[in-house]
């Protein structure tokens, strides 16, 4: 399976919808009317459009081939959501447990990209606990969300430990991004470039950009 089509696949759709939003919005102040079934397709376009960028981080984790069952994982809880959402937004259902249901899909759907994104960069093997550390601290934040959105919580200590946590993964989340600068600051300058043949002598990149590949002619020496 291309992976790298999946993902021009989000983009793209990404792309069309932030279109539709922009023109409807246009078309909303030139005509001065806003009515329901407008505010519905806008609300449908931006969970489309939200569900498509957490679908994005997932299909680039995807593309790595390491554990492609955790990057599907991933894109089946935001596709999922946002399916959920755009039901409830049109049919006005507003059933409790189906709601906390997609919230909970939606938590889990914000946590796998996350994770996933904090996983791409390459960093030197003794900064690479701050990436396992990431998806530690992600998934213990989802959770403590999870279970936020079921029970009743009136204990105060426990805010206090969600906003630490929360306060955890913003740090690491900022700590990542940093590391690979400093990896890249140490002179190690070597890239992967993986490419797929297109046609002939004509190869792509995950980015789509095309190369022209040509043999290196034999040496007589």
């Known amino acids: 399976m291309d ?3 999946i993902r021009k696949l989000f983009l793209k759709g990404f792309l069309g919808f932030l279109v539709l939003t922009a023109l409807l919005a246009i078309y909303a102040i030139l005509t001065d009317s806003f009515g329901e079934t407008q505010a519905k397709i806008l609300g449908t376009s931006s969970i489309i459009s939200a569900a498509s960028i957490l679908s994005m ?6 593309e790595r081939r390491t554990q492609p069952a ?3 994982t991933g894109i089946a809880l935001a596709v999922t ?4 959402g755009i039901f409830a937004l049109w049919a006005e259902y507003e059933n409790q447990t189906y709601i906390k249901i997609m919230l909970m899909l939606f ?3 914000v946590a796998f990209a996350h994770a996933f ?5 390459k960093l030197d093997d003794n900064q690479k606990w701050v990436q ?3 998806s530690s601290l992600i998934t213990i934040l989802a959770l403590m969300l999870v279970a936020l959105i079921w029970g009743d919580f009136e204990n105060e200590w426990y805010f206090r430990i969600l906003s630490v946590f929360s306060i955890l993964v913003g740090l690491v989340t900022l700590t990542v991004p940093l590391m690979m600068k400093l990896r890249k600051g140490e ?3 070597t890239v992967t470039l993986r490419l797929e043949q297109v046609e002939g002598n004509v190869f792509e990149d995950a980015a789509g950009k095309h190369y022209t590949v040509n043999p290196r002619p034999d040496s007589d020496s």
């Open 3 to 5: 992976y790298s089509d």
């Open 70 to 72: 955790m990057g599907m």
């Open 187 to 189: 002179g190690q300058t």
């Open 117 to 121: 994104l904090l996983l791409l960069p």
């Open 132 to 134: 396992q550390a990431s």
């Open 81 to 84: 959501t946002a399916a959920m």
């Open 57 to 62: 981080a997932c299909a680039a984790f995807l």
């Open 107 to 109: 938590v889990g759907a």
